[in-house]
């Protein structure tokens, strides 16, 4: 009997040790404000530099009730409203990567409001370009695009909600590789067009002699 209750004991202790180890790992988005930075599961995508700031009843302003997870490639952000009311989350971030190409916004809505969210990305403080999409009753909205390689993009993202909202989720995914542009280096064609070019010029100067 003192056998089966130590047995007992200890698989207790070890599943709230367990789930206490789990919930000490949490993200939230008051960690990465804190300083903490991210990478992304493909290992290529830094997130750093974050800021964040609440406007509105309806957005909690303790930063620490806002989970983050990260993706494969990119963050996720989740939270939720307060008393039904409208409010704004606005976020600023950098993302670090041999080359980034292409960005993405998935906007999810667990509630009857709609939540809106838009992203604008710039490198060197010049714009890239600009995402928005919304959603509803448990609907997720997408906006996307693809551009040249970037090394580094300064993100500013907002998350609006409206009355009944409940749960919502920003999904910020990126395009990118571990690999720098290649565009500097000449395509086959061009060089082909170059070498032919280099010849000509040289049998053109051998005739004038």
Known sequence: MQFRNTVAATLVGSVLLFFAGTAAQALTLADLVAGAEVTSGNGNLTFTNFTA?????????????????????GIEIAGGT???????????YDVVAAAITGVALDVTSNGKGKTTGTKAFFDDGSPVGE???SAAKGNTGSDSATFSAFETLSVEETASVGKKV?????????????????SSIPEPGTM?????GVAGLAVIGRRRR
């Open 192 to 196: 082909l067009l170059l070498v032919s």
């Open 166 to 182: 409940g749960r919502w989720i920003l999904s910020n995914t990126f395009e990118s590789s571990d690999v720098a542009s290649s």
């Open 53 to 73: 700031s609440t406007s509105g009843k309806g957005m909690r302003g303790d930063l620490s009730r806002y989970a983050v997870t990260v993706l494969d490639d």
């Open 131 to 133: 995402l928005e999409a």
């Open 82 to 92: 307060k008393k039904g009311k409208r409010g704004k989350l606005e976020i600023a």
